[in-house]
């Protein structure tokens, strides 16, 4: 036994992120547990684990990433079935936490999917959970169990700085992104520019305002997801018509890449989009100015030291 | 207000049934409330009602069918805003209970979805369900808020009776159906019949046991659920081949009509399908043999009797 | 310290299965441990352990059988000052679960006592059941703790496998046995027959009908529980008259053996009654022609691999 | 409908006291409501609602007596029938609340049963408690929904009052009740005595210990409940010892009356014995001099009060 | 009765806001309700309600502001006394949420206080919240019981836009304040610009970065909660180094004014300070160029819409 | 790992006993933990933990003493900030529990705050309470978590003894006080007597009533708490008057020293006093006359056992 007070860690994989999953368990020397998962004709998934669980300190890797809905009861499934075999603890591992932009309310008689998400991890009878970059931290605040929270901002400092970009300037496409541009410029030292849209009055000449100077320079825009794109190309053409060099750099935790995104991220002058591996992006989709760097390291010493009792946080360090 | 302390009965419909919705909404001289339900270009769900809840008697209509993980968070979203928009009271009405047939563990380390479902639902915020059919009576036991569960056998027998077939004989087409097919053939003044698939040993000669007399009757099946129609098929051949007369009955209160259902419903042994609307069968699917008795009435009558504080089980005398 | 990161086994009997409790203590060469349980002279219970419980693996054996209210609150008591006493896990080992008939409403404003039982448990402490043949294994789910559920049925086949009996036939005797005499019949490969009860119309010549054969063969009946034997006694009414060997065995788990049932069983043409003993049976009510067959090495057994962390479903492989 | 938001008030009794929940009624100038209560031959009870319960403002009167374990198992089953019924308010009418003496821990490993039955109260649905004279005060804090908490001392002066006892001393029998015994003597403006039993140590002279004058008086005990009247034996034995007049009264709330409690009040030099009739004493065990004082009206005032949102404090001035 | 099921409308005032909550009350032509609120010599809070609150529909209000531990342990104490006078229904009115900055982990090992205060007023007995900006939106979703979330920005935008600033410039301080900064903005229909505060490299040659255009232009800033004064101090410090109007606006919805706060508003640079009473300052703090716009009829129109089951939403339109 | 299947045992104190804290830590050889604990200039609280708190087995110390509110908010988020570090087992180690004697009502509307406190510490997360001397022992059936519960009483008892005190009565100054009393005279094998403040009625010549002889006789007091010391001054009148030896003794667990408790105690007549450290009291506040016996041991062993599984009940033996 560990020094956890449960048994073995255990790794199992849903079907979001088998490759994800594979890549952590290489990691860890570990085999990825056998888990019959499955729909029947009508639709319903079906799971049964293929071996022992009783007291196990297990990990049940899963983003609830597109399909949402499919992904999201199939590890809640995936967590009752644990429960009902006692399993010692049970560790939802979320790399892609989905609903987390649904936070809060932002018009009357909304849904806040991001809480509702938490509470059925725990009513299926989660432990604890570990994901990357939610979209507001305060969706920590959602569980009462505990949660830990990495950041994959690093990883995309990193490669850049590696890359040495000359003349860049870190923007923020929106006033959401604001405090993450603020993290990545001051990581890479960088200027930061700000684009609003501003909300249309009668006589409002200029439905976007940029603040700070990005004349000339090449931008950088991180965000924690690329859904459709939209918001990078409506700040691309703000940031070409104000002069910017038509190289533009796209960081994103979370590849999305929902509906028209791979045609908007084509235009030429989006010069890269460097994503992670926390959705699968399938080979037909993967254009070759995308670069995915992957997050299974960072997962996989995160679940080494939870198993260990070990500070996740030093990890940062 | 009614006298039941709570405001107005409203209606909502999830996006499963809006036929039957609609007729439940006429049968009770209501409008279906608005509510915008839409999904976004990355499959996640949105939900927002589009006039005030705040007391009011809630009833949210959705049958978690095909595609049952949709159809599960779409209702639990629509809870959720409901509850954020202090709802006096919320009922969900789902006519088929999806994920009702993993009720208990046929092989270790299963979930027991049924129940997960009802702790989902009573998480999202629901004070209370009305639904009709359930794979197994205990499901009502998953729950301990009320559960109000109608029948829709007397739709069947009605209807059947209606018809006088002479020279029938209710057949269990497996040993889950005996017991409603007892109460079909107490109904029909029939005889009953038993099929039984039997463990093939080393030296079984038959895999199936027929016990009862089927030569030269007409058989009426009755089920909770048609999914694949296996279980019907199988029940035709050893029927026919023990000599029934190829005109046979099946009655389902589920249409679920999954994977080769169609196909072999097709077989023209088979004379009738008789199910409900429970989960809608869309035009293309509808065979000129097939039955479709509308649940709406009762729910409808059901809706009313829980707004007004009336018994509802005097529905069924 | 075991790998359960619990304390050590530790076995407590309540006074319902004194002789069972003591049977899997030797089986596992523990003694149980040393709890004062009385009643003050106004009935109330009192519960005190005599041994320090603190972080240890405790099992509380109490099958909550006739008089069940005593021996319900008995063990929520037992629980109550276990959880008080910082136990370290609390498993409840209810070898007879009492008000598992009652699953379900059959009629409305009934309560769903199985449920209501289920739910007091887990208010009291308890983390995780041990049972054997519960009525229904929906009651699993009324559960959402690990309940590890047992079978008898392996013992019944075994012992009348090795008794040879030819010419053998299992017989349902109501709709509700089908499912377990079926799997009787698989295991001894033998046929199958099954007794209706029908509803008496105004024109129903036969109140009863078999299907199935049963002519000179030898009936063989299981039932979950045997409670006062009116079933049974129905059911060998039927059988005589269709002409069966007049040499019935009935095989139950829980020889509840209520009112008439001893009366009942006396009758000379049930030639054997073979019982277990998760409900005690008195000496002076055990008749010459009864067998009890003891569930103590598998509880005992499930008890170890519990404790241990190992498979508790690998038992019956 | 009431002010309250709920329906009707409706009563309904428990088989432990048909004679007060009769008397309740009556003073209600309402009928006891319909409801089947039964106990199978095995001993489980059943229990089903005659009428509709749909949101009415529902009490049930149970005490749980003797025998208190299937007392308080049938006022768990009534309220799980009426959470299923949908009732709309349960209160759970206990007018004498067993196992409330086990309120804290006496010894180490012991249940805290008192909390218990609160904790199982609340589990199986009760929304508010209705009671008498709970052993302490405290155990209203072991509820988290209101609780109304009446004392029977009223009653007890104004008969005593009406006696003009002269020469009278209100003696504490015990340490336990002196508290109570100071507000009988303050009500009835008579001076106090306190009987200590000592732990007997090597050179104790004497193992009681009488503090304050009652040589030539005439005590007046009381107590909550008189169970065995062990307390009220010794205390009689001592305070004829000192002198006192040999003419004792003896006032308790709940008339337990377990084991030789009858025979020890019978001594003649206890003159009168005044209870209520919160446990209903069965006239074969009512000896001439006891006198018993209705808690009807009390009761049923506050439930009308209950059911009208009125102060149930007001009562008390 | 209103048309909530609840009874009448009564208004309880904590000691934290006595003038709000007497305008709030003559807004709706109410009194407050008698309550004591007392402090025993040890520091203990006593409260008791003077008058019956069965079923009504209470609103305790109370702002958590300093001593922000004492006034939510009143709040607590005084939910937990409705709670057990079987108050109908419980909403705490929260004009300023203490602790709501921290709802999320800045760093390893911290609490979230803001989840923790949601899960300590449900647990005491809330129902419902109303509240005024709220340190972030997400703060709702820490709750599943309904939040009424108003916003005083209207408020301020009223007043701003009635002065006719022209020349003005909104700043958002810095990156938390950049979202609330654009809403005004929008409303006042003026430019935006945004102060970063860089974190320090070895080479970062300056710490603060504006962008966005300021000099020449009266800025605007505007909080939710004015604290320390710092971040406007700093931000004032780097407008006037750009150049701006030297008559900065200071707009915040809470006034905490805690430490230096007051002194570093009185410099002559910051021409007006705009507040609300969420939080009450007291006049010796109240310099000349404060305003203080009144959050009562915002407040006290939300509850009589809360009481009345209307829209509250609609107050925004 | 310990035997707990925890980790190992840390201690973190609060800042309201830091001395008792340092004293425990010693007794156990053990470091405190370092824990941040600051407030802002608002008065929240912030609280971080210096060091990996993962699966440990940690106890907080932390009295509840004035300021009560303070150190109550403190301890539930030092609790909260552990949760969510992913301690493995959380000890509230509460030497004096604030709020403990508002544990029932006395009069109608109050709230049960002994109760309350007991939940919210459950709410925040703590797992278990160590405590001394609560207000009653039914503050331990407040709590469903376990609660080892010390006494102070054999302190007191060894350390008048070794006194050798002749002539002495233990006066119960209340009726509160009398179960202690009498088992502090049990111990000391001394005499007892008891004071009553009497309900002023119209034709009361006496408002206090001694029961027993205190004349010639040395008094010696104990009580759980010592708050402004009003008891013991009005108890000090009474046998003063009643020719009681001028040298009166008391003893109480809980220094709460309010108001003029300083005043009260320094009269002459009170020969000694003699308390715990369970609160801190400030040199200033410490008469020479005063004795502080030290709790350190008590807890310190408590703790060991604890975390040691071995029972705690042995160090009263």
Request: charged letters at 25%.
């Amino acid at each position: 036994m560990s020094n956890t007070g449960y048994g073995e860690l255990k790794l199992f994989c849903g079907s979001s992120v088998p490759t994800l999953g594979k890549e952590i368990a290489d990691y860890l020397h570990l085999p990825t547990g056998r888990v019959t998962l499955m729909r029947f004709a009508d639709g319903e998934i079906y799971c049964r684990y293929e071996e022992n669980a009783r007291g196990e300190d297990i990990f049940v890797i899963q983003s609830t990433c597109h399909p949402v809905n499919e992904h999201l009861m199939e590890l809640l499934i995936m967590v009752d079935a644990l429960r009902r075999a006692s399993a010692g603890r049970i560790t939802a591992v979320v790399p892609y936490y989905g609903y987390g932009r649904k936070d809060k309310k932002d018009a009357p008689r909304e849904a806040i999917t991001g809480r509702l998400v938490a509470d059925l991890l725990v009513t299926a009878g989660v432990h604890r959970v570990l994901t990357i970059d939610l979209h507001a931290g305060q969706i920590e605040g959602f569980f009462n169990i505990p949660v830990d929270h990495l950041r994959a901002l690093p990883l995309f400092a990193d490669y850049l700085g590696r890359k040495g970009l000359t003349n860049g300037v870190v923007v923020a496409p929106d006033d959401g992104a604001v405090r993450r541009s603020k993290q990545l410029a001051d990581r890479l030292d960088l200027p930061l520019a700000v684009i609003f849209q501003r909300r249309v009055g009668t006589d409002t000449k200029e439905p976007v305002q940029v603040v700070g100077d990005v004349e000339g320079l090449t931008p950088i825009l991180i965000e924690d997801i690329i859904d459709t794109a939209g918001t990078v190309t409506r700040a691309a053409d703000v940031l070409l018509a104000k002069g910017c060099v038509p190289e533009i750099h796209v960081c994103a935790t979370h590849a999305v890449f929902a509906g028209p995104a791979m045609e908007r991220l084509s235009r030429p002058e989006i010069r890269e989009a460097i994503v992670t591996n926390t959705i699968p992006v399938p080979p037909e989709r993967l254009l070759p100015k995308m670069t995915v760097l992957s997050a299974a390291p960072l997962l996989a010493e995160a679940i080494r030291r939870i198993h260990l009792n070990q500070s996740v946080s030093l990890l940062f360090t």
